[in-house]
Structures are given as C-alpha cells and as structure tokens.
T-cell receptor, first 111, second 110 residues
Framework: QKEVEQDPGPLSVPEGAIVSLNCTYS??????FMWYRQYSRKGPELLMY????GNKEDGRFTAQVDKSSKYISLFIRDSQPSDSATYLC???????????FGAGTQVVVTP | DGGITQSPKYLFRKEGQNVTLSCEQN?????MYWYRQDPGQGLRLIYY???????QKGDIAEGYSVSREKKESFPLTVTSAQKNPTAFYLC?????????FGPGTRLTVT
C-alpha cells in the first residue's frame, strides 16, 4: 500500500465549477502538507503549504487538512481553462523531512 | 531573476552511456534534490543534499550519482547501471521547508 493515495483522474469540469481534489495517507506522523500544480512537460509549482490540521485560503484556492481522517483536500473555485493541469499532493513528517508525493490528479476544465 | 535552471530540456542517449544532467539555482537555498517522474507515478526521490559536500541517497539511488561542490549546483549522473533511465528528471531546492522545482529534463535512452 502506498503511503499517499491520490485518484489519477482525469477529472473533467465545466468552466466556473468548483474543482475538488483529495489525497489520503497512512502515516499519522505527517504534519506538513503541500499541493503542487504541474502543467504538461513542466516542473511542479507550489500552490499551497499548510501545517497540521485546518484550512488555508489563497485566492481561488482552499486547502483543508483533516489529520484525524488522514485526508487532505484542495478546492479551486471559479475554475478556468488555465487551471487544466495535474495536481500533486505531497507531505512530510517534519519541516526538513523528505516529501512523499501522491501520483497526481489530472484536471481538465472545459470552456 | 531568481530560480532553478535545468539543462538541457531534452536529452537523448544510447544505452550504455553515462549522462550528466545539470541543475543550478540562484535562490541561495541550502538544500537541493533530484526526483524522477514516470507516467502515472508520483515523484520519487533519487538523491538530496542539505549542505555543500554532503548528500544522501533517496528511495531510488541505484544507478545514479551526484556531487555538491558548490551551493548553487547539484548535477546528477545517470550511469549505465540504471536499468530504466528513460524518465522526466526534476531538480528542486528548498528553504524553510518549502520546496521549489526546476523545469525538468526529459531523458530518453535507446
């Protein structure tokens, strides 16, 4: 069983809809959680970085962490075609620890 | 402009040849990393370095080697011992726990 599970998609949504992405994990020691966006043939771009449980909002993006359920989510409001990309979750046990990545979810936002 | 550069963007090699991928950063980050990405899989850590002249193996170090002689540079050599070298290679650097990635090098070995 992988430490971090992420549905590969593709997830197709119409423009303007809310995109909902999630990851589950098995290691209860994970405390730092990240979401990256990766366009085709490009390097991942850090979108959100959160510590422990709770919500964090940045513009159209909201990250949620539920440590009791070992479940993290990323919501994208008012989705745009430019949001079409692969979204990777990642997590680690301490600030300087190694990142464990999910396999990524491909998102397609159709005009 | 600060950032991480990787060169070349595309690289083609014959089986049995060693090849070195370049990674340079001007962000003054102490830690640097090399990952491999294959279709349908997440990023897998090859090697990482937290300070100059020191580096550690990641989860899939076999068939790879690195050096860290300067803070700005962390080259990766893919040796002929790596059984499946064709992949997308990503370099990253980090500060305060936040990890940033370069644009990647796509290596094809035939």
């Amino acid at each position: 069983q992988k430490e971090v599970e992420q549905d590969p998609g593709p997830l197709s949504v119409p423009e303007g809809a809310i995109v909902s992405l999630n990851c589950t994990y098995s290691n209860s020691a994970f405390q730092y959680f990240m979401w990256y966006r990766q366009y085709s043939r490009k390097g991942p771009e850090l979108l959100m970085y959160t510590y422990s449980s709770g919500n964090k909002e940045d513009g159209r993006f909201t990250a949620q962490v539920d440590k009791s359920s070992k479940y993290i989510s990323l919501f994208i409001r008012d989705s745009q075609p430019s949001d079409s990309a692969t979204y990777l979750c990642a997590m680690k046990t301490d600030s300087w620890g190694k990142l464990q990545f999910g396999a990524g979810t491909q998102v397609v936002v159709t005009p | 402009d600060g950032g991480i550069t990787q060169s070349p963007k595309y690289l083609f090699r014959k089986e049995g040849q060693n090849v070195t991928l370049s990674c340079e950063q001007n962000l003054n980050h102490d830690a640097m990393y090399w990952y491999r990405q294959d279709p349908g899989q997440g990023l897998r850590l090859i090697y990482y370095s937290q300070i100059v002249n020191d580096f550690q193996k990641g989860d899939i170090a076999e068939g790879y080697s690195v050096s860290r002689e300067k803070k700005e540079s962390f080259p990766l050599t893919v040796t002929s011992a790596q059984k499946n070298p064709t992949a997308f290679y990503l370099c990253a650097s980090s500060i305060m726990g936040e990890q940033y990635f370069g644009p990647g090098t796509r290596l094809t070995v035939t």
